[in-house]
């Protein structure tokens, strides 16, 4: 087994095929290079620490499967995540918006005042919003970030069960 700090050939082979794919994805479409980075960098983050987790726990490779299961896993959490947050988030933004109408409509139409009234409370609902949102996020996270990892990671007693979770 190679030691913690290096890589094999096909890993190697593995990351310049996946960074391909990202700069052709990139050249077709800048945006959507922007949201696959947000979304698939922590997943791979992930990924990558609970492929070397397990590479120590078994004391031998990961196969191209089980690296690809992890990821895979791993861009589910992430999805979980990011699904939670933006709830979380739609839902505080909503009040804070419904909130501020309510309270344009009962001083009387549109005023001035009601102007920066509904103003400041959307923009208040929408930063709120994100941080309740990044705060439940943080909260599964805190939650699951172990899932998928060697059982002695997670405080019980050495296995060598795969797959993660099972």
């Given at each position: ?49 609970c492929a ?19 990821f895979l896993?791993?861009?589910?959490f992430v ?88």
């Amino acid at each position: 087994m190679p030691g913690p700090n290096t890589f094999s050939l096909s890993m190697l082979f593995q990351t310049v095929t996946a960074c391909g794919v990202f700069f052709a994805i990139s050249r077709v479409s800048p945006a959507a290079a922007i949201v696959l980075t947000l979304i698939v960098t922590p997943a791979i983050i992930r990924a990558a620490l609970c492929a070397q987790q397990w590479r120590s726990a078994l004391q031998s490779e990961l196969t191209v499967g089980h690296r690809l299961q992890l990821f895979l896993v791993s861009l589910g959490f992430v999805m979980l995540i990011s699904l939670a947050g933006t709830t979380v988030a739609m839902v505080v933004c909503t009040f804070f918006g419904i909130a501020a109408m309510a309270f344009e409509v009962a001083i009387g139409g549109y005023t001035t005042l009601s102007y920066d009234v509904f103003f400041l409370g959307a923009t208040g609902g929408m930063l709120f919003g994100l941080g309740t949102g990044i705060l439940a996020g943080m909260a599964i996270a805190n939650q699951y970030w172990a899932t998928g990892m060697p059982e002695e990671k997670r405080g019980s007693a050495p296995t060598d069960k795969w797959p993660p979770g099972s």
